[in-house]
């Protein structure tokens, strides 16, 4: 059926004869029903998607975010880069036509026009990502737009300049980087960059010669936003990516550089100011002052109206690059390329928002032997308690040799938890299953979640056992209706009542399916591709959890000065009309959602 492939539909209507046979015979034809799921979040592809004839609905969460029709092709980027969370879903039965990736790219370095289509593609649907959250959120914490801020006009070099050419352009133009020229971009051409930091270390520190072409030398993977984007975009990329200054384009050219000094003049917030802080700390103490910080960068984040989703990335990023820069400076070497520190609970799911007990642990290379290791792990600790995360009250931190060890223990250990399972062994596997790496070698991190996942079975006996503590706690439901009135003084606890039958009960059905996720949303979205949660009920969970979290951090920041999370009760005297109404239909989502989980998993029998 390959043979049927359209070849007028750009971009390749640009191949010559030749190249569209070669297409031609290496094409695969994808045959998909109603609702199935085409491509999964975050999963690689090896081919691109050519829509022959049917209808994809492109979605992120529980949005449709493109619809893709006959001779639409999908995706770019999961075959390109990595960490794309979209899923394709057919929305009516389809058929798609397969171009494998070593073709395509076979035939984008042979044929300048279709290559540069490709890469325009893929630059284009790249930048419509980084815009796709902004454009949705209402409630940002700033509506300033890159182009309010400074931009440092380009400074171009062409990739035959030499090393002491580039330093003469940057003293020119005062300027602390130059954009490297590699070909006509129109042609395929490529743009790179090389900064002043980069000369000095390419000169001084390696010895080249200052007539050394600056071509090889620069670095091409760019990290770019468009002239129209938000502020509050560039801060978190920069933050992400740990870089001070970001291309800025303008229907695809590049306009200027947006240096991160002239980006904080403009906001109002510092959180680039606090990743500068732990990037730069020499000692523990600086470490603990920029820990403090991020306090105040939360209560200005939702003071100014930002969702909590937002302020999650965000903290979660600089929470990792404190752990990460701690470590870095407690461990010696040979320990930071033998081990992979970890993060468990919420924090390992990307959803701490005040500082919680501390959930930690280290996986060690099988075969290694660090003498210092307990006067590590034993301040790496002490300073995370300073710093003020709470030492955890089950002993789930590095300082336990029981969460410091070898990854065979750890695979012994789950082998008990998976087997053997009572509830601290429940406990712990449910706490290991959240778990994300923050320092290290994390391929220690994948082998052990690859045997945890390889291990599991069909056995209803464990998941029931392992989903039963998301009924541990009762969720009310008399606050509310004819007994609200007289009952407003009462507090509900809402981790117990809410937060956490979502989350374990989400968990416990990921498991099920041995689903990689850690994020419990971006678990719910996963289960709802997989046909486990009602598309429905899929959003119905995702936005409860999202305003039940929202509340606890306004619980928590209305009785704290610390930062810590001393408090989870929500005082329903306390909640607007509009609130208390969203309040008591989450609880009523919660409660449903139990019996759900009580049906699937057997628990009332």
């Keep these: 059926m390959s043979d049927a492939f359209d070849f007028s539909v750009p971009p390749f209507d640009r191949l010559t004869p030749e190249q569209r046979q070669r297409l031609a015979a290496a094409l695969d034809l994808g045959v998909y029903a109603r609702d199935g799921v085409i491509l999964s979040r975050d999963e690689p592809a090896d081919c691109l998607f050519v829509v022959r004839q049917g209808l994809v609905h492109e979605r992120r969460g529980g949005e449709v975010v493109a619809v893709h029709g006959a001779h639409d092709s999908f995706d ?42 490709i890469q325009q593609e893929f630059a284009d649907r790249l930048s419509a990502l980084a815009n796709e959250r902004s454009n949705r959120e209402t409630a940002a914490l700033t509506m300033a737009r890159i182009r309010e801020a400074y931009l440092r006009p380009p400074v171009f070099v062409e990739a035959g300049a030499s090393l002491r050419d580039a330093a003469a352009a940057m003293k020119r133009d005062q300027a602390s980087s130059v954009l490297v020229r590699d070909g006509d971009p129109k042609k395929g051409g490529r743009v790179g960059i090389l900064t002043g930091t980069d000369l000095r270390d390419l000169v001084v520190l390696e010895g080249r010669p200052a007539d050394s072409p600056v071509g090889p030398l620069a670095r091409y993977e760019l990290l770019a936003l468009d002239r129209d984007d938000l502020l509050f975009n560039a801060l978190i990329l920069m933050t992400k990516h740990s870089v001070r200054r970001l291309v800025i384009t303008e ?8 240096e991160q000094t002239d980006l904080l003049a403009v906001l109002s917030n510092h959180s680039q100011v606090v990743a500068l802080k732990v990037e730069r700390a020499a000692t523990p103490e600086d470490l603990g002052r920029a820990s403090q910080d991020i306090v105040g960068l939360i209560r200005t984040l939702h003071g100014t109206g930002v969702k909590v989703s937002f302020i999650a990335d965000l903290v979660t990023e600089l929470n990792r690059k404190i752990f990460r820069r701690l470590f870095e400076l407690l461990a010696p070497p040979d320990l930071l390329a ?7 609970g919420s924090e390992g799911r990307g959803e701490q928002l005040l500082k919680t007990d501390q959930d930690n642990g280290l996986i060690l290379r099988d075969g290694y032997d660090c003498p210092s290791l307990s006067q590590v ?14 030492p955890c009250p089950g002993r789930i931190m590095v300082s336990n040799p029981d969460w410091t060890r070898p990854l065979a223990l750890y695979k012994d250990s789950l082998f008990h938890w998976i087997h053997r399972p009572d509830e601290a062994a429940q406990m712990n596997l449910a706490i290991f299953y959240d778990a994300a790496a923050v320092a290290g070698d994390a391929s220690l991190l994948a082998e052990a979640k690859g045997y945890l996942l390889g291990r599991l079975q069909d056995n209803q006996m464990f998941f029931t056992a392992f989903a039963r503590p998301a009924l541990a706690f009762d969720t009310p439901s008399g606050l509310f209706g004819g007994l609200f009135e007289r009952r407003r003084s009462e507090a509900v606890d809402i981790k117990k ?22 994020n419990t949303t971006e678990r719910i979205w996963a289960l709802a591709d997989q046909g486990v949660l009602d598309r429905g009920m899929a959003g119905e969970l995702a936005d409860a959890f999202t305003f039940l979290s929202t509340l606890r951090l306004k619980a928590g920041l209305d009785g704290s000065v610390s930062g810590t999370q001393t408090d989870n009760l929500v005082r329903t005297e306390s909640l607007g009309k509009l609130d208390r109404d969203q309040f008591k239909d989450c609880l009523a989502l919660v409660k449903k959602f139990k019996e759900l989980l009580a049906y699937h998993f057997h628990l009332n029998h």
């Design 497 to 518: 009542a809410g937060i956490f039958p979502i989350v374990h009960g989400v968990r416990a059905l990921a498991l099920e399916k041995h689903m990689a996720e850690t």
């Design 251 to 258: 229907q695809g050219a590049v306009v200027g550089l947006l």
């Design 76 to 117: 770019l980027q999961a075959l390109f880069s990595d960490g794309q969370a979209r899923s394709f879903v057919a929305a009516e039965d389809t058929l798609c036509d397969l171009v494998p990736r070593p073709i395509l790219l076979e035939l984008a370095h042979e044929n300048a026009a279709f290559g540069a289509v």
């Design 377 to 390: 792990t034993g301040a790496f600790t002490r300073h995370l308690v300073a710093f003020g995360y709470p």
């Design 338 to 344: 033998n081990s992979c520190l970890i993060v468990m």
